[in-house]
């Protein structure tokens, strides 16, 4: 039981990282790969906030949610967008934001290196013990999985209630379709982007508070970010949280039960048996 | 054949057999340095056989390098070396072939995404294994081979993986590997089979690979996962082989040379700087070498042959 709940707790902050990266591939059509390295600039970003400004992580939000949407959007309009524009055909798309976000992996990461060094990070916000369910969890777990589901669910009535959040899942399902019905499809993939970035830098800076991290980790955080997606079915929100809760239990599960070195592996084996039994995604649906 | 082809391979002949005199002719820091680039370019070119006309970007290098480097380092103690080496290639088509059987009849992203981690994967369940089931860490390797002879070694191999590449180029299997580069739907209509044809391609990529991984074991002397499994290899293999252009079997030469020097120098001068070189360098490939140095040169000239790397295999 403390296994499962430990596991969704990971999951909700997992879940953000897996909508943001959603946003960014079911409706940019952008296989974004740094996006590790925004969640990582997001927990510095946090770090910064609390131990030089003493902010709250939670109010810090309001401050690295903007930042993360102007640099991830200025990624897109700057870098991503003259793909979109000389690529001849979808799968020439595919393989030039693939190694272009993978330049901007690196690019980062070595960034924060040299700014942060390769050292871990921490830091005490609401260390806390937390009494549910007749165990004790730590305080900023929870906090951080009621911050997660409130965006998420921020997110939601954005998408599922407001005129711009239909369009943007028009987008999703069909970029020729809803062109001809009026929708700027630029103006949304753009936006989309930029949206899927602020998420994903919350979510890391919501990791922080109970997360030892790295300059480094951003490309681990990527891959699961990625399974998450493909998981839960490209574009499906829904799914994505669904996936993200699965893998956040599975991972504590093995990492508690078997081995901490083998968290990958049942990431792996989790994302083996979803391409072999069902590639579209739980939720089923289009095929990716 | 047609007499450029003969022509190109008594080149691609004098060349291998200039390059196998070299350890006759030097020692020590050159040797190193031809050791270290004899390494790329084995593995850049087993990586184009594959991903040259299929456009899948394959990140699984590592693994199977690491794969091979692991047959070597198990059978020492029973087998002889040279067939160790075949062993390695034979871990390295099964552990292929069964990745791409799971990966390949899917979209290229998911292939990506799948081989991003599989160094890493690998890494970890080995560890694991030697922890906790044979309860030690590394595994020793020693051998009498020297530099020279792991050189050579490496030279025959790349012999091997040219003729290869050339035969399956001239091949029916190359055909439709062309065919599927160019418009998959296209290719099933033909009635190739898309799914194994990649399969078959990748298993090959991938022995060569394990081959290679198996000649480089002796000079690690001890093997541990951290070593074997190094994530980055993968990453130094994609922009060598892009940089150097993938549309040519030789591409791949013009840019390992250049970036093995390159990367040697960073790492060995600002450590610390070393991602952002390969982060600058895919950024570079994409944004104004979208084809390589050989694809642009091609462009340039518009004529064949005129920018044989020569001198680039030493």
């Given amino acids: 039981m403390e296994i499962l709940v430990t596991g969704l707790l990971l999951g909700g902050t997992y879940a953000l990282i897996a909508l943001g990266l959603t946003l960014q591939y079911g409706v940019a059509r952008m296989m974004n790969l740094s996006t590790g390295e925004t969640l990582v600039a997001g927990c510095f970003a946090a770090w910064l906030l609390f131990t030089v400004a003493g902010i709250n992580p939670i109010f810090g939000l309001l401050v690295v949610a903007p930042l993360g949407f102007v640099l991830n959007g200025m990624i897109y309009l700057g870098l991503l967008r003259p793909l979109v524009n000389r690529a001849k055909n979808a799968g020439m798309l595919e393989v030039d934001s693939i190694l272009a976000t993978f330049g901007l992996l690196f690019l980062f990461e070595g960034v924060m290196q040299l700014a942060f060094g390769g050292s871990f990070f921490n830091y005490q916000f609401l260390a806390v013990p937390f009494q549910l369910l007749g165990s004790s969890y730590a305080m900023n777990r929870i906090v951080a999985f009621a911050a997660a589901a409130v965006i998420a669910g921020l997110l939601c009535l954005f998408l599922y209630r407001t005129r711009f ?18 929708i700027n499809v630029n103006l949304v993939a ?20 109970f997360y030892t991290f790295t300059a480094t980790m951003g490309a681990v955080f990527t891959m699961k970010a990625l399974i998450i997606v493909i998981m839960g079915g490209v574009g499906d929100v829904r799914g994505a949280v669904v996936a993200a809760l699965i893998l956040g239990i599975m991972e504590t599960l093995v990492a508690s039960l078997i ?24 939720f089923g649906g289009k095929a990716g | ?58 990140l699984a290098t590592a693994a199977f390098f690491g794969v091979g480097t692991y047959a070597v380092a198990i059978g020492i103690d029973f087998l ?47 560890a694991y294994l030697q922890t906790k089931v044979f309860g030690s860490m590394g595994l020793f390797v020693m051998t009498d081979h020297t530099e020279g002879d792991l050189f050579l070694y490496l030279v025959g191999l790349i012999g091997l993986i040219f003729a290869t590449g050339w035969l399956i180029g001239r091949s029916r299997l190359g055909f439709a590997l062309r065919v599927i580069g160019n418009d998959e739907l296209v290719a099933r209509h033909f009635g190739i089979k898309v799914a194994r044809t990649k399969i078959i391609l990748f298993a090959v990529s991938g022995a060569f690979i394990g081959m290679a991984g198996a000649i480089l074991a002796p ?75 050989t694809g642009a040169l091609e462009k340039l000239m518009q004529r064949r042959g005129g920018s044989t790397p020569t001198g680039d295999v030493r």
């Fill in chain 1, 165 to 182: 959040g239909t369009a943007v899942r028009a987008v999703a399902v069909d970029p020729q379709a809803a062109r001809l019905v009026g």
């Fill in chain 1, 190 to 209: 753009a936006f989309a982007f930029a949206l899927g970035g602020a998420i994903t830098a919350c979510g890391g800076a919501l990791l922080s508070t």
């Fill in chain 1, 259 to 282: 081995d901490p070195g083998l968290t990958l592996a049942a990431t792996y084996g989790l994302f083996i048996a979803v391409l072999l039994f069902r590639p579209q995604g739980i």
């Fill in chain 2, 1 to 58: 054949m047609k007499r450029s082809e003969i022509q190109g391979l008594g080149l691609a002949a004098v060349l291998l057999a200039a390059a196998a005199l070299l350890p006759f002719l030097t020692e020590g820091f050159y040797l190193t340095l031809a050791l270290n680039l004899a390494i790329y370019v084995a593995l850049c070119t087993a990586w184009t056989l594959f991903s040259g006309p299929t456009h899948l970007v394959s």
């Fill in chain 2, 80 to 126: 002889p070396f040279p067939l160790l080496i075949l062993c390695g290639g034979l871990a390295g088509a099964l552990f292929a072939t069964v990745i791409g059987a799971a990966t390949l009849r899917l979209s290229g992203v998911y292939f990506v995404i799948f081989t991003l981690g599989l160094a890493e994967l690998t890494r970890q369940i080995i």
């Fill in chain 2, 219 to 293: 000079r690690y002397a001890y093997i541990e996962p951290q070593a074997a499994f190094n994530p980055t290899m993968s990453f130094m293999v994609v922009i060598m082989a892009l940089l150097g252009g993938t549309r040519r079997l030789w591409g791949p030469l013009v840019g390992v040379v250049p970036f093995t020097l390159l990367s040697d120098f960073v790492s060995a001068n600002f450590p610390d700087h070393i991602n952002i070189v390969i982060g600058l360098a895919f950024l570079g490939i994409v944004y104004l070498l979208p084809d390589g140095v």
